[in-house]
């Protein structure tokens, strides 16, 4: 079942969603055939670190978004607005990734395309059937920090950290 941006509960699922969904649409991670496309994932498919050692033993990649946390709140009334920050974590198995059943394409490449996916892109809050006006309702790449390598003993391990606007 779809979720609803007027029901404030579900706003932050929404955000991760969307977010999640603007880079699965991406045509760089998603070409033909479909055993080449780089698994996109939330935390919504249950057991996600099993999930993600799935993913990176059979293509050598994944993508997995979560809401990190909000790092500033402001009170409006009886409402909250939130800055909510969103991450997309590149995991790379370079030698499953570069071999015979891997997508070979790069962490740092898959980073890139990331980037450009979701930065000042809708963040599936606008009001349905509206259209979508810019500087409201979108990502925003980190501006001091857009993508990290992180330390990681078994992956390449980028994220690529963007913030978003949500009214409770």
């Not at 479909?34 to 999930?51: C, H, M, S």
């Not at 009334?77 to 920050?85: A, C, H, N, T």
């Not at 330390?151 to 994220?159: F, S």
Request: net charge negative.
């Amino acid at each position: 079942m779809p979720s609803n941006p007027e029901n404030f509960e579900e706003r932050l699922v929404i955000v991760a969603d969307a977010f999640a969904a603007l880079i699965a649409a991406d045509a760089y991670l998603s070409p033909p055939p479909p055993a080449l496309q780089v698994p996109v994932l939330t935390e919504r498919v249950g057991d996600i670190n099993q999930t993600i050692a799935i993913a990176l033993n059979k293509l050598g990649v994944c993508v997995t978004v979560v809401a990190a946390d909000a790092d500033s709140l402001e009170r409006t009334g009886d409402g909250l607005s939130l800055r909510v920050r969103i991450v997309a974590q590149i995991s790379e198995l370079y030698l499953i990734n570069q071999g015979a059943t891997g997508t070979k394409k790069p962490a740092l490449a898959i980073t890139t395309r990331v980037m450009k996916a979701v930065d000042r892109k809708p963040n599936g809050l606008d009001a349905g059937g509206s259209s979508h006006l810019p500087w409201l309702n979108e990502f925003r790449l980190l501006e001091e920090q857009p993508f990290r390598l992180t330390k990681d003993a078994r992956y390449i391990v980028y994220q690529v950290t963007a913030t978003t606007a949500v009214e409770l």
